[in-house]
């Protein structure tokens, strides 16, 4: 096995670095900055936290992101996949168990590259991936409505559940604030139209600057002050905070555990995502297993400062490459801006309309919901179909950590039947026809099977899940020959409860006073059995190259 190599693009990238390089990285490294302010702003203050938090998790991840990790032009930072958790997480247990959660699970995502378990998290089942992906945008769009609409809630707490939200919306709906809803629809339509006239700079930017200066005008010689802002909720500290380490509680880290699966699982899934799309874009192959480990150390690093759990960011990573990024600098690059924004420009954000904010976010959650697609995944199998239902509804009416639990359980239960349903078990008595063994006709005489012999044939892998089908087969036929040849030659691997199923049946078939004979067993399978003593039982006489040879066998033992 290939030993482990850390080896991050940025260390390869710097070895024919050129000042040409360097330029282009610096101007897309400009932009993903200012492309990523509004949406660190949005990103944690919809996930329960101050805004400059979102910040913070955008320059400390980004950074660390790019410095250590295995693709080329990823932007690492928040992203609206983390939404729903980290709210709940605050809900529940506070920041102070945000940040264990968090801790918890970089060190997850560090030992998912240590053991080089990237691979594995992008064989996650499609239908899983779009049906959570739809629920959190569902969710986020949720979590939204009371902003687009201005609603007040009379100190009436919102329940963080799905259906209990939408009760509570719609018991106060008749406080619905229409300048704030104006200033909702206002930036949507800017982000809507933005791409037609502009492809560098973002829509969500140009609204929240020109929604702000109109609701700033408005407020000033207006006389329209019933439009809350950022600032008539959070006080904004514009610095970088010192880091520090959190109590550790053993009880905390227990009932915290599983919710740090799931922000592990989510930032692998959503980080490899975007880093396999940018590789089809520019051509490279990052490195997953060195990824997954920045991904960690980001994440174990970010809830030092405040931050909150970070990933790869699809669009940032879109926006790095379509500005020309080249190299992991310019993800540095896009760090640094947003430090001198935090450091300089941060108190201008307490004038930000939170329905400014909200309508960000409904554009986000509805590039997020990828309906298309979960419309065409409901073309595809049934079983493919139910898994896409039932993880999204999970996702929507309970919570993410449930969805992706309940979701791969399912995709592995499914994943076993078609694997069970490909393994086939035949059984001939009378005689083999060479001529159907191959797609080439070789004109052999017919094997005949002598009276008293069964032969079997196992075609596919056999595992626990098709164990017992060997013993139903069988039950059918209900007769008792002398001799039973089990053909093995398409079985590519065999597990434990394979190895146990075929003891018993030999066991069963030595009190009956009928001989096994295994015929053509590969090589693999071979190892496995041996190793597992299997031979002790059946003798080595009666195991068998090929059929012809075991139909000889099969001949003396009948005689």
């Keep these: 096995m290939k030993a482990f190599e850390f080896k991050p693009k940025l260390y390869t990238a710097l070895k024919n670095y050129s000042k040409e390089l360097f330029m282009a990285d610096l101007m897309a490294g400009i932009i993903v900055g200012i492309v990523a302010l509004p949406l660190a702003i949005a990103f944690g203050i919809a996930s329960g936290v101050s805004p400059e938090k979102g910040i913070i998790t955008a320059i400390i991840a980004g950074f660390i992101i790019s410095l250590l990790g295995g693709s080329k032009v990823q932007i690492g930072g928040p992203t609206g996949a983390f939404i729903v958790i980290i709210y709940g997480i605050i809900q529940q247990y506070g920041e102070a168990g945000l940040i264990v959660a968090t801790l918890m699970a970089g060190v997850i995502l560090i030992l ?126 514009a610095e970088l905070p010192d880091a520090v380490m959190p109590a550790l509680d053993w009880e905390a880290i227990k009932n915290l555990f599983p919710v740090a ?158 694997v ?29 099977i002598p009276k008293g012999v069964e032969v079997y044939e196992i075609n596919g892998p056999y595992f626990f899940g098709i164990a017992t089908k060997f013993e139903e087969v069988m039950a059918q036929l209900g007769d008792r020959p002398k001799v039973r040849i089990i053909r093995m030659r398409k079985v590519p691997f065999i597990d434990s409860t394979g190895i146990h199923n075929l003891e018993s049946l030999c066991k069963m078939s030595q009190k009956e006073k009928i001989t096994v004979v295994l015929s053509g067993v590969n090589t693999k399978v071979h190892q496995v059995l041996e190793k597992a003593d299997f031979y002790t039982l059946l003798g080595k006489e009666n195991i068998c190259p090929n059929i012809n040879v075991a139909l000889e066998r099969a001949h003396k033992l009948v005689e």
């Design 112 to 237: 998912l590259g240590v053991f080089k378990l990237g691979a594995v998290i992008k064989f996650i089942p499609y239908p899983i991936i779009v049906g959570f992906t739809s629920g959190i945008a569902v969710t986020i769009f949720t979590t939204q409505i009371a902003d687009v609409f201005g609603l007040n809630f009379g100190g009436e707490k919102v329940p963080g559940d799905f259906i209990g939200k939408w009760l509570v919306y719609f018991r106060h709906f008749d406080t619905v604030n229409w300048w704030n809803t104006a200033v909702s629809i206002a930036s949507i339509v800017i982000i809507a139209i933005t791409p037609k006239f502009s492809k560098k700079i973002p829509g969500s930017l140009i609204a929240i600057i020109v929604v702000t200066v109109a609701v700033y005008l408005m407020k000033m010689y207006g006389g329209i002050d019933c439009i809350d802002t950022i600032g008539d909720r959070f006080s904004i500290k």
């Design 420 to 448: 069970m349903e490909t393994t086939e078990i035949s059984v001939i008595k009378d005689e083999i026809d060479p001529n159907a063994e191959t797609d080439i006709t070789t004109n052999e005489e017919h094997l005949i």
């Design 261 to 418: 699966i799931t922000i592990a699982v989510l930032g692998a899934i959503e980080s490899l995502l975007s880093a396999t799309v940018a590789d089809g874009v520019i051509g490279d192959k990052h490195d997953t297993n060195t990824e997954l480990i920045a991904q960690g150390v980001a994440n174990m690093a970010t809830p030092l400062f405040g931050g909150i759990p970070a990933t790869g960011a699809i669009a940032r990573t879109m926006a790095n490459i379509n500005n020309g990024g080249k190299s992991p600098v310019a993800g540095i690059v896009h760090a640094v801006v947003l430090l001198l924004i935090l450091l300089l420009l941060m108190p201008l954000a307490q004038y930000i309309p939170m329905g400014c904010l909200a309508g960000v976010l409904v554009v986000v959650s509805y590039n997020m919901s990828g309906w298309r697609v979960f419309k065409a995944l409901l073309k595809n199998p049934k079983s493919d179909v139910t898994v896409l239902l039932i993880t999204f509804f999970l996702t929507v009416i309970f919570d993410l950590t449930v969805a992706i639990e309940v979701g791969l359980v399912i995709a592995c239960v499914l994943f076993m039947r078609r």
